[in-house]
């Protein structure tokens, strides 16, 4: 009986104890609810006027009402600031803060406050740039043409000085999305799940534009034409006729910018008329294809692209250019660049400003390639102008779209730079300073059209049309790749498909190309089928100044026909070493300017068990056996296997 007298005594005494306990910790609960309500009140109250404030002043903005803009900016600012107190309050006086469950909700509240609080500050930083540049130059003016000197100058030097600011607002565009990120998916903030991912999204386009503006700012006084008149000779690249860097180079144009913009000069010209009086007068050894395949000892300007790196083929269009110049009694100042465009980007430029007419006939961005290639090709003939002069009609051209260009309203800008921006992340504008910092800037802005060097798998295919007209218009490309990395080495497969969809005409005939296939340094052959080794000049040799390995050689395709080529090869071992021992295999795929592939494909063999599989805007097919890309090629592709 005493036992069990005890016992209930004990049990009596534990239940009184946790009623105890359990109304202290109401009691403590509700204390802390009571602490606690003003700040949880007052944070709510204070993000929602943020909230509004913040909507509200980016309206002004698009508006350009800068001073109201401002207002409704300073007044989030403190409502942000208030709410961050607010928080801070809480993490004190809430009860749940004491625990990890709601320490870790009032952080995600925190981290969102924060990165309010830091685009509020970034946007009234914008706010005051965007009006002091406005206040510079754009008062009173619809487009560029309307600029008088001073304005220009201001203009641009207002540009110039935004580069500091811009990498202050990268930096805490950097900021916000770190807050971002340690934002928990499945907190308080749940509901909100959506809208975060936006806002994420949203940061990370100004970012980019942000990134993508820097070295543009950077480059404006190589383009301003001061202190001094700034020289560029730009080589229109047909690509229509394929060569390594874009395209056939039958037309060349000298422009020279002065006093903020201003173009001095802008002159087309055909580059048969520096050829042509060059003959006998320079000597320059050809590439042996050049020589075997279009019949010439010499080698001229209108084949200087022949090495697929930009930067090599610039050096040698500038010798040329000079040697030819001097040849025909021409004397050229010093050259600051040399800029290589294809007709895309022309038609890019058609697409802002829209079509234009020269002679009776309008060109659009549809049209004007081919347009333009039947005028300086076929009709001058019947129009009883001279070979000579045939392609005089460009210049007429290049003035009327100058003229729409600079005639473009000044809000049109940002649209016009991303267009610039689009050709040139498909190799369609490439740039080349003679100055050592600037081409540092290009290669920032990716406009430098150089051979990438890759640490791990490289892949480049690079066609050069020699003597098949424009057939490269009709010719359908797929490439694919097939990588194996089940065996002791690392080997490629690559197959090359190419039709030919045209006939025998003025503009198109036989495709024939001397094609090379840039892979890492150290590979070394394995099998080719589709050519004769013999007779179609094969080679396969180490090219230090690319640093790859190249496979060369020449085929031909009749028209209405179609042809394989496989082409398996090792790979170097390094590669293989890296695949065994990190799981990781990378490809960088170089897309050659002015290419067309319907379709490239890349088919990478494993056993391993795939952790991860990536590339830019593309979806991979993994299974058991490996990883499975597809893509147009429009721009160079990174892709990326991670195993277990």
């Known amino acids: 009986m005493k036992y069990k007298a005890q016992l209930k005594y004990i049990q009596v005494l534990s239940l009184r104890l946790f009623l105890t306990v359990l109304a202290l910790f109401f009691f403590t609960l509700i204390l802390s609810f009571v602490l606690s309500w003003q700040s949880w009140r007052s944070f709510t109250a204070n993000a929602l006027l943020a909230k509004d404030q913040l909507s509200s002043a980016l309206i002004e903005l698009q508006n350009k009402n800068w001073s109201e803009s401002k207002n409704k900016l300073d007044i989030a600012q403190t409502s942000l600031l208030q709410s961050q107190n607010d928080l801070r309050n809480l993490q004190t006086n809430w009860f749940p803060a004491k625990f990890q469950i709601g320490s870790s909700q009032l952080n995600d509240l925190k981290n969102l406050n924060d990165t309010a609080l830091i685009l509020t500050r970034s946007a009234l930083q914008v706010s005051e740039l965007a009006q002091n540049l406005s206040a510079a130059a754009f008062i009173g003016t619809e487009n560029f043409n309307d600029l008088k000197l001073n304005q220009k100058e201001a203009f641009i030097q207002a540009l110039i000085a935004l580069e500091p600011e811009l990498n202050g607002l990268k930096a805490n565009l950097d900021l916000a999305l770190i807050n971002l990120d340690r934002i928990h998916p499945y907190g308080i903030l749940w509901p909100l799940k959506g809208q975060i991912k936006e806002l994420r999204t949203q940061i990370d386009t100004g970012h980019k534009i942000i990134s993508e503006s820097l070295p543009i700012l950077k480059l404006l006084p190589a383009f301003s034409g001061y202190p001094q008149?700034?020289?560029?000779?730009?080589?229109?690249?047909?690509?229509?006729?394929?060569?390594?860097?874009?395209?056939?180079?039958?037309?060349?144009?000298?422009?020279?910018?002065?006093?903020?913009?201003?173009?001095?000069r802008l002159e087309a010209d055909d580059v048969y008329h520096l050829d042509m009086p060059a003959i006998g007068k320079t000597k320059f050894e050809a590439p042996t294809a050049i020589t075997k395949y279009l019949k010439v000892d010499n080698w001229y300007l209108r084949d200087a692209n022949w090495s697929p790196d930009w930067p090599q083929s610039a050096r040698q269009i500038q010798t040329m250019f000079h040697a030819e110049s001097i040849a025909g009694g021409i004397i050229e100042p010093e050259l600051d660049g040399i800029l290589a465009i294809t007709p895309d980007f022309v038609a890019s430029l058609l697409r802002i400003t829209g079509p234009i007419t020269v002679r009776d006939q309008t060109y659009a961005p549809e049209n004007m390639q081919a347009l333009l290639q039947y005028n300086v090709e076929v009709a001058y003939k019947e129009d009883d102008i001279s070979s000579w002069d045939r392609k005089d009609i460009i210049n007429e051209l290049i003035n009327v779209l100058r003229d729409k260009l600079t005639q473009l309203p000044l809000k049109r800008y940002p649209e016009l730079l991303n267009n610039v921006y689009a050709s040139i992340n498909r190799g369609d504008l490439l740039i080349y300073f003679n100055d050592s910092q600037r081409q540092l800037l290009a290669k920032e802005l990716g406009a430098s059209g150089e051979i990438v060097n890759s640490q791990g798998d490289y892949l480049m295919v690079v066609d050069a049309n020699l003597a098949a007209f424009k057939s490269d218009a009709v010719m359908k490309k797929n490439i694919a790749y097939r990588v194996n990395t089940e065996t002791d080495r690392m080997s490629a497969l690559l197959r090359l498909n190419y039709q030919h969809t045209g006939g025998f005409d003025w503009r198109t005939t036989r495709y024939r190309s001397y094609t090379r296939v840039l892979t890492p340094l150290g590979s070394e052959l394995k099998n080719i089928i589709g050519i004769n080794k013999d007779t179609d000049d094969f080679i396969s040799y180490d090219d230090a100044t690319l640093n790859k390995h190249v496979f060369g050689f020449f085929w031909s395709i009749e028209p209405g026909q179609s042809k394989e080529l496989q082409l398996e090869y090792y790979l170097p071992m390094d590669i293989n070493n890296n695949f065994q021992q990190n799981n990781l295999y990378t490809l960088f795929v170089q897309r050659q300017p002015g290419s067309q592939i319907e379709n490239f494909s890349l088919d990478v063999k494993t056993s391993k068990e795939i952790l991860k599989s990536s590339a830019l805007n593309l979806s991979a097919d993994s299974s058991k056996n490996g990883a499975y890309w597809t893509s147009k090629l429009e721009r160079s592709q990174s892709f990326q296997l991670l195993t277990k």
């Open 229 to 264: 008149t700034t020289h560029y000779l730009i080589m229109l690249q047909n690509n229509d006729e394929l060569r390594p860097t874009g395209g056939f180079l039958g037309t060349y144009v000298r422009l020279d910018i002065a006093n903020f913009g201003d173009i001095d």
